[in-house]
Structures are given as C-alpha cells and as structure tokens.
C-alpha cells in the first residue's frame, strides 16, 4: 500500500507534483471527510494513477454570517481515512497560500450562478470558480471530481471549465447518503438529535416529488408543492427554497419535458441542509 504524501506550500506541490504517474486526479474538498468524499477519492483511485486530494476551507465562499470559523475540522482522521482510500497526495494549503495580500483576481461565471444556491448566497460561487481555478492550476489534473450532492455547483464548475477551455475532464460522482436517507455533510454535525431526525424531511420530499414523477406527472409546480408541503409538516424544518429546474440551465421549468433536477435547500435551526435528485 501507498503511503500517503503531504504537502502544504505551492512549492511542496510542485516538486512532489512533477514526479507524480499521470494521469492525475484531484478531488477538491473541505476537509472532515466522510463517505460522500471518500466516494470521490475512491473512483478516483478507479480511474487515474495519483489521486491529489486538496483540503481547504475556502473563506471566498462563505458570507460573512456563515458558518466559515464553526466548520468542522479533523485533519488527523482525515488523513487517516485518506490514506485507507489509497489516495497519494494530501495538500493542505493555508489561506495565506491562495490568497495572499495582494490577491486581486477572480473568475466570475454569469447566468448560471444566478439561481437557486446563486441567488441565496451571493459571492458564493465567485468564490467556488476562483479557488478551484486556483486548485485546478496549481495541481494540473487531468480529471477532477465532484459530487452531485452540490448539483449547482458541478453544473457551474463544467460552464466554467467549457468557457476557459481547461484541460481537464470533470466526474462527476452520485450523492452518498446514511442508511436513513439523509445526504452525508460535513455540516450534519451541527445538527442535535432533534434535528437530525427533522432532517429527513429533505430526502423525503424529494423521494415523493421522484415516485410522482415517475407515476407519469409532468407538471413541475406539483411537484415543487408536493416537497413543499412535506417539508412544512415538520415544525423543525424552514424552507429556503424548492426548485424543479432545467437540469443544464438550471432555470424552473414549468412542464417537465426534458431531464430535470429537483432540488431545495432547508434550515434545521442553523444549519442549512441542501438535496436534489435528478429527474431523467
Ligand atoms: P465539501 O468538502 O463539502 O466541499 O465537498 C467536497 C466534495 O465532496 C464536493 O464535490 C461535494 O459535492 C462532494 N460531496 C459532499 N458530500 C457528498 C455526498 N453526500 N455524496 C457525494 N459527494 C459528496
């Protein structure tokens, strides 16, 4: 077995990068790594000869009343599990690293970051595209790999590397859930039991949206009331929003004549959850 190799600085990558067998993948996290990630790293493993995991929690892409000084972290079992996964190289750089004082550049994808994850959290996405260029420049994969869980965000990720012609095949991986339904998260650790059980609420509105779907219904504003109404039985549970939407323009749709995502996003007290399914 690999032993798995860690790197901080640009440097570090660097020399470690050039020696490393191609082709290489790169699975971009934020670390306090569960099944949904090692899912990732493990098709990766499938897939190309090194398999460079990145963990940074990226200040650019939380407002600041979010959550960026809570977020969980462990980088000691991270690393463990990592190195169970096979990946070879783990790089964790500092925000000094990305950003230094003199940062000024970023890449700004346009139409779609306006909706759903787009149009609830502002600057959000400038700050997801500008990181994983930087990421995607400073590891130079030839593949990178991303959940389905953050459907917008893999929908924005392809836009952008279509738009700027980067080399780099994107794999995209299904959503990892616990035995209960509920989509694995780093951030399931904020939820006390109360919530944890409210919490199906995301994957059971969207269970009952699919199987109406698939019973033949085609009317997306259905659909849409139909998580709505199950997600407001739960008392614990507020609603962001819902959305039955083009799946590669991510525009709602109102008659569901072509593939579709089906998605939401829902506070359980702080924690804001999200979960979508594809309709195909
Ligand atoms: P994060 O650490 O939350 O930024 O996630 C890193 C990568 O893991 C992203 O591509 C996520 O979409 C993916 N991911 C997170 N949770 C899951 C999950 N439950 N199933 C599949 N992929 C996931």
Redo the contacts with the bound molecule.
Sequence with gaps: MNVLQKVTTLNELWDARSILPEPVGLV????FLHE??L??VKRACEEVASVVVSIFINPTQFAPTDDLEAYPRNLERDAALLQESGATLLWTPTPEIIYPPDFQTWVDVEEITKPLEGAKRPGHFRGVTTVVTKLFNAVQPQKAY?????AH?VAVICQMVRDLNMPIEIVT?P??RERDGL????RNTYLNPEERRAALVLSKSLAAAQSTYEKGERDATTLRRIMEKIINTEPLARLEYVSCADYDTLEEMSIISKKALISMAVYLGKTRLIDNVVLE
């Design positions: 971009p996290t934020m670390g949904g990630h899912s990732l991303f959940g389905q869980k953050d965000q991986n959503i990892i989509a694995m998260s780093s």
